[in-house]
C-alpha cells in the first residue's frame, strides 16, 4: 500500500515562492510518474506537472514558466516550486502517483493535500 | 487544451435510489477518461478508470460508461457514504496533459 506523506509552509506573501515536498512512505518511485494537483477553495481540480523516477518532466502549459517538480530518490521523495505567487494560487496542492493499467492512466494514490494561502 | 463539462452541478437523491452523472469533453478523448470521489476535507478517490474500469476495491455499485465524448457514471443505490462530489478526468497522450471537470455534488434529497 503506497502512502504519500506531503509537508511545506502553508502561507505565502505575493512574488515568494511556493515550496513543497511530497514522500513516498510506504512503496518506491518504481517506473511510475508522481504528480502535483491543486484545488482552489470550493474548486475543481489543476494538474501542475508530472516527474518519474529518471528525472523526466511534462508541465501544464499554463503554469510552466513558474513551475518546477524534482525528486531525490535517494530520499523517496518529489518537490514543488512555484514562483511569483499571487493570490490566484491560494489552493490545496495534493501529490499524486500516476497509475498505468492496461493503456489507462488516472491517479490512484494521494497525498494528504496542503494548503498553501497567498496574503499580503 | 480538452475541457471537461460535468453536469449537473448538482443532484439531490434519496438513499437507495439511482445517481446517473454525466461527463462531456470538448473533443474525443477516447476512454482515456476517470471519475473520482471527494469528501469534504479529504483527498480525491480513484473508482473508475478506462471509462469503464472499476479501481480496486470499488464497489460494484459504481459503474462508468461511454466514449468520445460522452461519458456517464452511475452509482446504484445510494449509500450514505456515497454522498460527496464526484469529478471527471481525461489524459492526451501527447504532450502529457490531465484536465478535470469542474465536479457535480451529490447530496441527500
Known amino acids: 500500500q503506497v502512502q504519500l506523506q506531503q509537508w511545506g509552509a502553508g502561507l505565502l506573501k505575493p512574488s515568494e515562492t511556493l515550496s513543497l515536498t511530497c514522500g513516498v512512505v510506504?512503496?518506491?518511485?518504481?517506473?511510475?510518474?508522481w504528480s502535483w494537483i491543486r484545488q482552489p477553495p470550493g474548486k475543481g481540480l489543476e494538474w501542475l506537472g508530472e516527474?518519474?523516477?529518471?528525472?523526466?518532466?511534462h508541465y501544464n502549459p499554463s503554469l510552466e514558466s513558474r513551475v518546477t517538480v524534482s525528486i531525490d530518490t535517494s530520499k523517496n521523495q518529489l518537490s514543488l516550486k512555484l514562483t511569483s505567487v499571487t493570490a490566484a494560487d491560494t489552493a490545496v496542492y495534493y501529490c499524486?502517483?500516476?497509475?498505468?493499467?492496461?493503456?489507462?492512466?488516472?491517479?490512484?494514490?494521494w497525498g494528504q493535500g496542503t494548503l498553501v494561502t497567498v496574503s499580503s | 487544451e480538452t475541457v471537461m463539462t460535468q453536469s449537473p452541478a448538482t443532484l439531490s437523491v434519496s438513499p437507495g435510489e439511482r445517481a446517473t452523472l454525466s461527463c462531456r469533453a470538448s473533443?474525443?478523448?477516447?476512454?482515456?477518461l476517470a471519475w473520482y470521489q471527494q469528501k469534504p476535507g479529504q483527498a480525491p478517490r480513484l473508482l473508475i478508470y478506462?471509462?469503464?474500469i472499476r479501481a480496486t476495491d470499488i464497489p460494484a455499485r459504481f459503474s462508468g460508461s461511454g466514449s468520445g465524448t460522452e461519458f456517464t457514471l452511475t452509482i446504484s443505490r445510494l449509500q450514505s457514504e456515497d454522498f460527496a462530489v464526484y469529478f471527471c478526468?481525461?489524459?492526451?497522450?501527447?504532450?502529457?496533459?490531465?484536465?478535470f471537470g469542474q465536479g457535480t455534488k451529490v447530496e441527500i434529497k
Open positions: 510506504a512503496g518506491s518511485f518504481g517506473t511510475n510518474y
Open positions: 516527474i518519474n523516477h529518471t528525472g523526466r518532466t
Open positions: 478506462g471509462a469503464s
Open positions: 499524486a502517483r500516476l497509475l498505468y493499467d492496461r493503456g489507462y492512466y488516472s491517479f490512484d494514490y
Open positions: 473533443q474525443s478523448v477516447s476512454t482515456n
Open positions: 478526468q481525461q489524459y492526451s497522450t501527447w504532450p502529457p496533459m490531465y484536465t
